[in-house]
């Protein structure tokens, strides 16, 4: 019998892979920070509350009788003052990660897949990153993901498999975030004209429902171990075009200005937002070839289907 953890269960992305993932595991472990979120543990998963993610987590009853484990859960924004964010960024995403791995390896887990972040390869440019690029964060974040990795690895040894998952900006229904911030300046732009209509960057972009597969794809495969991919949508995008493609799936043609993005991203420097600039006008793109090479795998829904979805328009759920 194959028994799959999945942590994070109720959130964002363990929801959406929880519900794939019961339709083809056997069984299917959720873990959810508190009583609270149990409810949004998506049906054919069975939660388990473990507490806040921290070094001293213990999941020895989730992990029972488990074959595969599937990290997800992780802090993902930084708040507060730096030195609280950094606290926060290792205790919750390196340590936990680590006392996780410890706790698989001794209940005899044969695959961990673990979904980390393009944050781990570093800052915007316009070549695609792969698994053979060195990682060079530039986020807090970015080093938190990425030493949770080295010490995953570290810890799996031969005894435990290991697959790094390493994301681009995921959207879809009730998206955190970048993207979600792109939405909202598309539905503004229907009334107020914005300085987006110039941007020829290339971006990839992942819909919650393919990595929902890629997760799945990561667990199943064979000659995965140890691995780095990089599941992303087929189709690489422009802020513009995300802006245009959501405003005229809402029905609109938006009022866009084409503004220079050098001269974009100096006035965004000017008043302190250059980091959000940096988001809006660069280029920062994944290399998915390796892991198509390595399993066959490829998204199941375009970029357009994922909007329709993301806004509530279509719903697409219950595609296997």
Known sequence: MNRVLITGASGFVGSRAGALFARNFDEVVGTVRSHARVARVPSGVKPVVTGELSGTTSWIQALRDV??????????????????????????????TAALARQA????????????????????????????????????YGRSKLEAELQLMDIAGAAMEVVIVRAPIVYGPRAPGNFARLITLARLSRFVPLPL????????????????SALLTCTLSNGLNPAVVFPSDAEVVSTTEIVTRVAA????????????????????????VGPIAAHLTESLMVDTSELTRLTGWRPRYSFDEGLSETLGRETLDQRV
């Open 249 to 272: 799936q809402l029905g609109f043609r938006p009022l866009l200005v084409p503004v220079s993005p050098r001269l974009l991203s100096r006035v965004a420097s000017a008043v302190g």
């Open 67 to 96: 074959t595969h484990v599937v990290h997800i859960a992780a802090r993902v924004h930084q708040s507060g003052a730096a030195a609280r964010a950094a606290g926060a960024f290792q205790s919750q995403n390196v340590a936990a």
């Open 197 to 212: 209509g110039g941007i020829e960057n290339r971006r990839s972009v992942l819909f919650v429902g393919n990595l929902a």
């Open 105 to 140: 390896r001794e209940a005899g887990v044969r695959r961990f897949v673990f979904m980390s972040s393009i944050a781990v390869n570093g800052a915007e440019r316009e070549k695609p990153y792969t698994s053979t690029d060195p990682p060079a964060p530039i986020t807090e």
